[in-house]
C-alpha cells in the first residue's frame, strides 16, 4: 500500500492549546474554583495555535522546532497526558510513548512490581503483563536489581526500565521525544536498534522530537517544523532540516 493511500493514523484538526500562567502555584490552584478570575492570571502562551496535519499509518515524521516551538505539547495530545483547548486531535491505534520515561514508578515497589503497575495503569490484562514481564526484564538488563526497590536505582537504571517497557510491546503508534539519549553508550546502541526493529514493520507509524538532524534524518522520511506553535513547513525530512537550518 502506497502512503498516500494508507489509512490515516493520527489527525490534528485546528488544534490550538493555551496553558495559563499564574502569578504563582496558589494563584493557579485557585483558579480551578474561580473560573471567572481573571485577576491573577500573568499571561496565555499557545503552546500549539491552529495545528492542522495528518500523518498516515506507516508513515515516520520528525517535529523540529526551536526550544518551546511546541513539539513536547504535540507529542502529549498524541498520548493523551494533555487535551487540546481548541480543535480536535484524532488517533487511531496503540500508542506506545518514549517521552518521560521514569515518571510514574512507585519507589517502594521493585523494578518487576513496576512492570505489574504500569501494565495495570495502561488497562493490560494480568496474562498480558505476565507475557511483557520477561521481555522487559531482559531489555532492561537490570540483573539482581530488576527485584530491589526503584528508589535504590540510578536515574539511569529508572530510564533503562521505562525504555524497555515501552518497547517491549509491539504498538502501533511510537512516540519519541529524545528519549534515546538513555542510559550509557551501550545502551543507547540497543534502544537505536530496537527502535529501528520496530519502525521496520511496515505499519507503525513513529513520530519523533529531536534537535539532532542527523537522527532525524536516519530515522524519518518526512518533517515538519513548528515555531511558536505554529507549523512552518510540512515536507520531505531533507527538505525540512534545510529550512529548519536556514538553508531551504
Ligand atoms: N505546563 C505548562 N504550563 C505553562 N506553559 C507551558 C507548559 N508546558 C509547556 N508550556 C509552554 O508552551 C510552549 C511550548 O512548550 P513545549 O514543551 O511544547 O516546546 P518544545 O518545542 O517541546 O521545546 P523544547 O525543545 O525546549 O523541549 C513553551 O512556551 C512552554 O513554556
Redesign the pocket.
Known amino acids: 500500500m502506497s502512503s498516500s493511500e494508507a489509512p490515516i493514523a493520527i489527525k490534528f484538526d485546528h488544534v490550538t492549546?493555551t496553558?495559563?500562567?499564574y502569578e504563582n502555584d496558589k494563584q493557579r490552584f485557585l483558579s480551578v474554583f474561580r473560573s471567572n478570575d481573571k485577576r491573577k492570571l500573568v499571561a496565555t502562551?499557545?503552546?500549539?495555535d491552529d495545528l492542522s496535519f495528518e500523518v498516515k499509518r506507516g508513515e515516520a515524521v520528525a517535529?523540529l522546532?526551536?526550544?518551546?516551538?511546541?513539539?513536547?505539547?504535540?507529542?502529549?495530545m498524541i498520548t493523551g497526558v494533555?487535551y487540546p483547548t481548541k480543535g480536535e486531535v484524532t488517533v487511531n491505534g496503540t500508542v506506545s510513548a518514549l517521552l518521560e520515561l521514569t515518571a510514574g514508578f512507585d519507589m517502594k515497589l521493585t523494578g518487576r512490581e513496576n512492570i505489574y503497575l504500569r501494565g495495570h495503569a495502561l488497562g493490560l490484562e494480568r496474562e498480558e503483563i505476565a507475557e511483557l514481564e520477561p521481555k522487559v526484564v531482559e531489555f532492561a538488563d537490570l540483573g539482581v536489581y530488576i527485584d530491589q526497590p526503584v528508589r535504590t536505582y540510578s536515574s539511569g537504571m529508572k530510564s533503562r526500565l521505562g525504555f524497555a517497557f515501552a518497547v517491549s510491546s509491539d504498538p502501533e503508534i511510537l512516540v519519541v521525544?529524545?528519549a534515546l539519549s538513555v542510559g550509557d553508550k551501550q545502551f543507547q546502541k540497543k534502544c537505536f536498534a530496537r527502535v529501528r526493529e520496530i519502525m521496520e514493520k511496515e505499519d507503525v507509524t513513529v513520530l519523533f522530537?529531536t534537535?539532532t538532524s542527523s537522527a532525524a534524518e536516519e530515522f524519518c522520511t518526512r518533517g515538519i517544523v513548528?515555531d511558536h506553535?505554529s507549523k512552518k513547513f510540512d515536507g520531505s525530512i531533507e527538505d525540512a532540516i534545510a529550512y529548519y537550518e536556514g538553508n531551504y
Do not use: I, Q, R
Request: glycine residues 14%.
Open positions: 492549546k496553558y495559563k500562567l502562551v499557545n503552546a500549539c517535529f522546532g526551536t526550544n518551546g516551538a511546541g513539539k513536547s505539547t504535540t507529542l502529549k494533555t521525544d529524545e522530537v534537535h513548528l506553535g
